[in-house]
């Protein structure tokens, strides 16, 4: 099983990203996929989950509308849409599988079953 996370990089203050997340090796429509953040020196935490068919989205309250997670089974690829960026958004992002059960909330990690290397985002003031 891999992921394997892109489109991080360096983005001004205000900017947007789009981050991409490539599954392989699982049978991607029958995993939820999730995207957390772990910023320097602090715990990982949750981000966004999808449901396998990607018609149900969850965030955590501190998304403040401006991530958006979708999914394109067709290509095996999951992405977070990222916009009006801010310093404190700083971090390694990761991608993470879990067989779906039929629940959406997965934000915890030791739920999730497989997990990408990360891709990191920096965005500047």
């Known amino acids: 099983v891999r992921l394997v996370e892109s489109g991080g990089g360096l983005v001004q203050a205000g900017g947007s990203l789009r981050l991409s997340c490539t599954a392989s090796?699982?049978?991607?429509?029958?995993?939820?996929m999730g995207w957390f953040r772990q910023i320097a020196g602090k715990e990982r935490e949750f981000v966004a989950a999808?449901?396998?068919?990607?018609?149900?989205?969850h965030y955590p309250d501190f998304r403040e509308g401006r991530f958006s997670i979708s999914r394109d089974n067709a290509k095996n690829t999951v992405y977070l849409q990222s916009n009006s960026l801010k310093p404190e958004d700083t971090a390694v992002y990761y991608c993470?599988?879990?067989?779906?059960?039929?629940?959406?909330?997965?934000?915890?990690?030791?739920?999730?079953?497989?997990w990408g290397q990360g891709t990191q985002v920096t965005v500047s003031s």
């Open positions: 993470a599988a879990v067989s779906d059960a039929g629940r959406i909330d997965y934000e915890e990690e030791y739920e999730y079953d497989y």
């Open positions: 999808i449901s396998w068919n990607g018609d149900t989205a």
């Open positions: 090796g699982i049978t991607f429509d029958r995993f939820a």
